[in-house]
Protein backbone atom coordinates (compact mmCIF):
# COMPACT_ATOMS: atom_id res chain seq x y z
CA UNK A 1 0.00 0.00 0.00
CA UNK A 2 2.82 2.40 0.42
CA UNK A 3 3.71 2.86 -3.21
CA UNK A 4 -0.16 4.22 -3.22
CA UNK A 5 1.77 7.45 -1.70
CA UNK A 6 4.33 8.06 -4.08
CA UNK A 7 2.87 8.17 -7.39
CA UNK A 8 5.10 9.53 -10.21
CA UNK A 9 7.71 12.16 -9.28
CA UNK A 10 6.33 15.95 -9.51
CA UNK A 11 8.12 17.58 -12.23
CA UNK A 12 5.98 21.02 -12.07
CA UNK A 13 8.82 22.75 -15.10
CA UNK A 14 6.59 21.45 -17.77
CA UNK A 15 3.22 20.81 -15.81
CA UNK A 16 3.22 24.54 -14.24
CA UNK A 17 1.73 27.24 -16.71
CA UNK A 18 1.76 30.69 -16.21
CA UNK A 19 0.22 33.98 -16.99
CA UNK A 20 0.29 36.99 -15.06
CA UNK A 21 -2.87 36.48 -13.48
CA UNK A 22 -2.28 33.46 -12.11
CA UNK A 23 1.54 34.52 -10.75
CA UNK A 24 -0.26 37.58 -9.01
CA UNK A 25 -2.83 35.38 -7.43
CA UNK A 26 -0.29 33.49 -6.35
CA UNK A 27 1.13 36.26 -4.78
CA UNK A 28 -1.54 37.19 -3.07
CA UNK A 29 -2.28 33.65 -1.70
CA UNK A 30 1.41 33.54 -0.36
CA UNK A 31 1.19 36.48 2.09
CA UNK A 32 -1.96 35.04 3.38
CA UNK A 33 -1.30 33.91 6.81
CA UNK A 34 -2.13 29.88 6.83
CA UNK A 35 -3.73 29.99 3.30
CA UNK A 36 -0.52 29.38 1.22
CA UNK A 37 2.17 26.65 0.79
CA UNK A 38 5.07 26.85 2.98
CA UNK A 39 8.67 25.63 2.07
CA UNK A 40 10.54 24.34 4.97
CA UNK A 41 14.69 23.64 4.80
CA UNK A 42 16.65 21.55 6.80
CA UNK A 43 19.36 21.44 8.33
CA UNK A 44 18.88 25.07 8.73
CA UNK A 45 22.60 26.15 8.82
CA UNK A 46 24.53 23.66 6.42
CA UNK A 47 27.56 23.16 4.78
CA UNK A 48 29.05 22.37 1.26
CA UNK A 49 28.63 18.48 0.52
CA UNK A 50 25.50 18.30 2.67
CA UNK A 51 22.30 17.14 1.34
CA UNK A 52 19.35 19.53 2.39
CA UNK A 53 15.68 18.47 2.46
CA UNK A 54 13.44 20.72 1.23
CA UNK A 55 10.00 20.12 2.05
CA UNK A 56 6.12 22.27 0.65
CA UNK A 57 3.52 22.41 3.03
CA UNK A 58 -0.11 22.71 1.69
CA UNK A 59 -2.80 25.12 3.66
CA UNK A 60 -5.46 23.64 4.84
CA UNK A 61 -7.84 22.23 2.61
CA UNK A 62 -5.15 22.47 -0.39
CA UNK A 63 -3.31 19.65 -1.70
CA UNK A 64 -0.50 20.02 -3.81
CA UNK A 65 -0.35 19.07 -7.33
CA UNK A 66 3.32 20.28 -8.48
CA UNK A 67 6.23 22.09 -7.56
CA UNK A 68 8.55 23.89 -9.52
CA UNK A 69 12.14 24.88 -8.50
CA UNK A 70 15.94 25.48 -9.60
CA UNK A 71 18.57 25.81 -6.76
CA UNK A 72 22.34 26.20 -6.86
CA UNK A 73 23.16 23.53 -9.34
CA UNK A 74 20.21 21.64 -10.00
CA UNK A 75 17.74 22.67 -12.52
CA UNK A 76 15.40 21.07 -12.08
CA UNK A 77 14.58 19.61 -8.36
CA UNK A 78 12.86 16.84 -7.90
CA UNK A 79 9.78 16.55 -5.15
CA UNK A 80 8.10 13.23 -4.05
CA UNK A 81 4.93 13.13 -2.44
CA UNK A 82 4.40 12.12 1.69
CA UNK A 83 2.08 10.12 3.01
CA UNK A 84 0.82 13.54 5.03
CA UNK A 85 0.21 15.60 2.03
CA UNK A 86 3.64 17.30 1.63
CA UNK A 87 6.20 16.97 -1.09
CA UNK A 88 9.43 16.67 -0.25
CA UNK A 89 12.93 16.91 -1.98
CA UNK A 90 16.54 16.33 -1.68
CA UNK A 91 18.89 19.26 -2.83
CA UNK A 92 22.87 18.93 -2.69
CA UNK A 93 24.85 21.38 -1.15
CA UNK A 94 27.61 22.16 -4.07
CA UNK A 95 31.44 21.94 -2.59
CA UNK A 96 32.50 24.86 -3.97
CA UNK A 97 29.67 27.69 -2.92
CA UNK A 98 31.07 29.81 -0.09
CA UNK A 99 28.80 30.44 2.96
CA UNK A 100 26.58 32.85 2.98
CA UNK A 101 22.47 33.46 2.68
CA UNK A 102 21.03 31.65 -0.33
CA UNK A 103 17.16 32.26 -1.10
CA UNK A 104 14.87 29.28 -2.04
CA UNK A 105 11.93 29.90 -3.79
CA UNK A 106 9.25 26.99 -5.09
CA UNK A 107 6.44 27.39 -7.44
CA UNK A 108 3.75 25.67 -5.91
CA UNK A 109 0.11 24.32 -7.82
CA UNK A 110 -2.28 23.58 -5.73
CA UNK A 111 -5.69 22.08 -5.70
CA UNK A 112 -8.64 22.74 -3.78
CA UNK A 113 -11.80 21.18 -4.73
CA UNK A 114 -11.84 21.49 -8.76
CA UNK A 115 -9.78 24.50 -8.18
CA UNK A 116 -6.30 24.51 -8.70
CA UNK A 117 -3.74 27.73 -8.62
CA UNK A 118 -0.01 28.77 -8.31
CA UNK A 119 1.27 29.94 -5.11
CA UNK A 120 5.28 30.81 -4.18
CA UNK A 121 6.72 29.23 -1.39
CA UNK A 122 10.41 31.09 0.34
CA UNK A 123 12.51 29.41 2.27
CA UNK A 124 16.13 30.74 3.05
CA UNK A 125 19.40 28.62 3.54
CA UNK A 126 22.29 29.72 5.78
CA UNK A 127 25.29 28.13 4.66
CA UNK A 128 28.09 27.94 6.75
CA UNK A 129 32.18 27.59 5.37
CA UNK A 130 33.59 24.69 4.68
CA UNK A 131 37.39 24.48 3.32
CA UNK A 132 38.38 21.49 1.36
CA UNK A 133 42.68 20.60 1.55
CA UNK A 134 44.30 20.68 -1.67
CA UNK A 135 45.90 17.37 -2.82
CA UNK A 136 48.07 17.15 -5.35
CA UNK A 137 49.00 14.20 -7.37
CA UNK A 138 51.87 12.76 -9.69
CA UNK A 139 50.95 10.24 -12.36
CA UNK A 140 52.80 9.14 -15.77
CA UNK A 141 52.31 11.88 -18.22
CA UNK A 142 50.23 9.01 -20.95
CA UNK A 143 47.64 8.11 -18.04
CA UNK A 144 47.10 12.03 -17.46
CA UNK A 145 46.38 12.10 -20.74
CA UNK A 146 43.00 11.28 -20.33
CA UNK A 147 42.55 14.69 -18.88
CA UNK A 148 42.40 16.35 -22.00
CA UNK A 149 40.25 13.19 -23.97
CA UNK A 150 37.28 16.04 -23.46
CA UNK A 151 34.77 14.27 -25.95
CA UNK A 152 35.12 11.25 -24.68
CA UNK A 153 34.61 12.37 -21.10
CA UNK A 154 31.90 14.50 -22.15
CA UNK A 155 30.49 11.15 -23.74
CA UNK A 156 31.06 8.94 -20.75
CA UNK A 157 29.37 11.13 -18.34
CA UNK A 158 26.15 11.99 -20.80
CA UNK A 159 25.81 8.11 -20.59
CA UNK A 160 25.69 7.99 -17.09
CA UNK A 161 23.55 10.80 -16.41
CA UNK A 162 20.99 9.38 -18.72
CA UNK A 163 21.12 6.40 -16.68
CA UNK A 164 20.20 8.62 -13.46
CA UNK A 165 17.30 10.74 -14.67
CA UNK A 166 14.30 8.47 -13.35
CA UNK A 167 15.06 7.61 -9.96
CA UNK A 168 12.46 5.55 -8.35
CA UNK A 169 9.82 7.71 -6.92
CA UNK A 170 10.09 6.37 -3.29
CA UNK A 171 12.76 5.58 -0.68
CA UNK A 172 14.10 2.04 -1.85
CA UNK A 173 16.96 2.70 1.81
CA UNK A 174 16.48 2.51 5.01
CA UNK A 175 18.03 2.50 8.00
CA UNK A 176 22.08 3.52 8.90
CA UNK A 177 24.52 3.68 5.48
CA UNK A 178 27.54 1.42 5.40
CA UNK A 179 30.67 1.89 4.00
CA UNK A 180 31.17 0.10 0.66
CA UNK A 181 34.58 -1.58 1.10
CA UNK A 182 37.24 -2.17 4.19
CA UNK A 183 40.38 -0.69 3.84
CA UNK A 184 41.81 2.92 4.39
CA UNK A 185 40.56 6.27 3.59
CA UNK A 186 43.07 7.58 1.13
CA UNK A 187 41.09 11.25 0.17
CA UNK A 188 37.74 12.59 0.92
CA UNK A 189 34.89 14.51 -0.71
CA UNK A 190 35.78 17.91 -1.87
CA UNK A 191 39.50 17.79 -2.03
CA UNK A 192 41.18 20.13 -4.27
CA UNK A 193 42.82 18.57 -7.03
CA UNK A 194 45.87 19.03 -9.30
CA UNK A 195 46.87 16.09 -11.41
CA UNK A 196 50.70 16.72 -12.39
CA UNK A 197 50.14 20.43 -11.31
CA UNK A 198 46.86 21.01 -13.38
CA UNK A 199 43.99 21.87 -12.00
CA UNK A 200 41.67 18.89 -12.26
CA UNK A 201 38.12 19.48 -10.20
CA UNK A 202 37.00 18.72 -6.57
CA UNK A 203 37.01 15.42 -5.30
CA UNK A 204 33.50 14.17 -6.23
CA UNK A 205 33.98 11.29 -3.91
CA UNK A 206 35.92 9.53 -1.04
CA UNK A 207 38.55 7.18 -1.76
CA UNK A 208 39.25 3.96 -0.07
CA UNK A 209 42.70 1.69 -0.70
CA UNK A 210 41.90 -1.58 -0.86
CA UNK A 211 43.42 -4.68 -2.65
CA UNK A 212 42.00 -6.09 -6.10
CA UNK A 213 39.07 -8.36 -5.26
CA UNK A 214 37.93 -6.89 -2.26
CA UNK A 215 34.36 -6.89 -1.96
CA UNK A 216 32.71 -4.10 -2.58
CA UNK A 217 29.26 -3.69 -0.93
CA UNK A 218 26.08 -1.60 -1.44
CA UNK A 219 25.84 1.04 0.37
CA UNK A 220 22.11 0.85 1.35
CA UNK A 221 19.16 -0.95 -0.67
CA UNK A 222 18.46 0.32 -3.96
CA UNK A 223 18.40 -0.87 -7.91
CA UNK A 224 20.76 -1.16 -10.13
CA UNK A 225 20.67 1.90 -12.92
CA UNK A 226 23.86 0.96 -14.51
CA UNK A 227 26.38 -1.46 -14.50
CA UNK A 228 28.94 -1.15 -17.29
CA UNK A 229 32.60 -1.02 -18.31
CA UNK A 230 33.41 2.51 -18.98
CA UNK A 231 37.10 3.12 -20.15
CA UNK A 232 38.07 6.68 -19.99
CA UNK A 233 37.39 7.84 -16.70
CA UNK A 234 35.15 5.39 -14.16
CA UNK A 235 36.31 1.83 -15.25
CA UNK A 236 34.01 -0.72 -14.66
CA UNK A 237 31.16 1.11 -12.48
CA UNK A 238 28.04 0.36 -10.59
CA UNK A 239 25.20 2.97 -10.07
CA UNK A 240 22.39 2.14 -7.12
CA UNK A 241 19.18 4.26 -7.71
CA UNK A 242 18.25 4.31 -3.85
CA UNK A 243 15.10 6.29 -5.07
CA UNK A 244 13.56 10.02 -4.62
CA UNK A 245 16.72 10.97 -6.97
CA UNK A 246 19.43 9.83 -4.19
CA UNK A 247 22.31 7.63 -5.85
CA UNK A 248 25.31 5.58 -4.84
CA UNK A 249 28.02 4.99 -7.46
CA UNK A 250 31.09 2.83 -7.32
CA UNK A 251 34.23 2.85 -9.79
CA UNK A 252 37.47 1.31 -11.10
CA UNK A 253 35.77 -2.36 -9.89
CA UNK A 254 37.51 -5.43 -11.40
CA UNK A 255 34.59 -7.00 -11.58
CA UNK A 256 30.89 -6.52 -11.56
CA UNK A 257 27.90 -8.78 -9.91
CA UNK A 258 25.14 -6.83 -10.66
CA UNK A 259 22.67 -5.88 -13.73
CA UNK A 260 20.73 -2.67 -14.32
CA UNK A 261 16.77 -3.56 -12.99
CA UNK A 262 18.25 -5.78 -10.20
CA UNK A 263 17.09 -4.79 -6.80
CA UNK A 264 20.25 -4.89 -3.69
CA UNK A 265 20.19 -4.77 0.10
CA UNK A 266 22.38 -2.85 1.84
CA UNK A 267 25.71 -4.68 2.19
CA UNK A 268 25.06 -7.31 -0.70
CA UNK A 269 28.59 -7.58 -2.76
CA UNK A 270 27.68 -5.65 -6.24
CA UNK A 271 31.53 -5.84 -7.39
CA UNK A 272 35.08 -5.80 -6.88
CA UNK A 273 37.63 -3.35 -5.97
CA UNK A 274 40.18 -3.10 -8.75
CA UNK A 275 42.11 -0.50 -10.95
CA UNK A 276 39.98 0.01 -14.16
CA UNK A 277 39.83 3.71 -15.60
CA UNK A 278 41.61 6.45 -14.72
CA UNK A 279 43.51 5.35 -11.76
CA UNK A 280 46.96 4.98 -10.42
CA UNK A 281 46.46 2.00 -8.05
CA UNK A 282 43.56 -0.38 -6.75
CA UNK A 283 41.35 1.56 -4.47
CA UNK A 284 37.27 2.06 -4.83
CA UNK A 285 36.08 5.94 -5.58
CA UNK A 286 32.25 5.88 -4.43
CA UNK A 287 29.93 9.17 -4.53
CA UNK A 288 26.90 10.01 -3.16
CA UNK A 289 24.45 12.36 -5.18
CA UNK A 290 21.42 13.83 -5.11
CA UNK A 291 20.32 13.92 -8.76
CA UNK A 292 23.73 14.50 -10.45
CA UNK A 293 25.16 16.84 -7.15
CA UNK A 294 27.49 14.75 -5.90
CA UNK A 295 27.57 15.28 -1.86
CA UNK A 296 29.69 13.80 1.02
CA UNK A 297 29.31 10.59 1.65
CA UNK A 298 30.79 10.49 5.32
CA UNK A 299 28.10 13.10 6.22
CA UNK A 300 25.49 10.35 4.28
CA UNK A 301 26.92 7.80 6.83
CA UNK A 302 27.26 9.70 10.04
CA UNK A 303 23.43 10.63 8.81
CA UNK A 304 21.12 9.69 6.30
CA UNK A 305 18.42 11.75 4.48
CA UNK A 306 15.02 11.15 5.44
CA UNK A 307 12.24 11.13 3.57
ZN1 LIG B 1 38.31 9.16 -6.06
Redesign the pocket.
Known sequence: MRTNFHNSPIRSHQTLKYSATAFFIGLLAAVAPGRAATLRVTPASPQPGDVLAVTVYPAAGERITGVGMAAFDTAQVKFYTRRDGSARAFLGLPFDRPGGVYPLRARVRVARGNETREQIASATVRARTRDFPTQRISMRASTAGTMSKKDLLRREKALVQSAMKNSYPAPLWSGPWVVPTAGRAT?AYGRRRYVNGKWWGQ?????IKAPTGAPVRAANGGRIALSQYLPTLRGNCIVVDHGCNVFSIY?HLSQRAVSVGQSVARGQVIGRVGATGFVTGA?L??EIRVGWEPVDPNKVLRSGPQF
Open positions: SHNGADMHHW
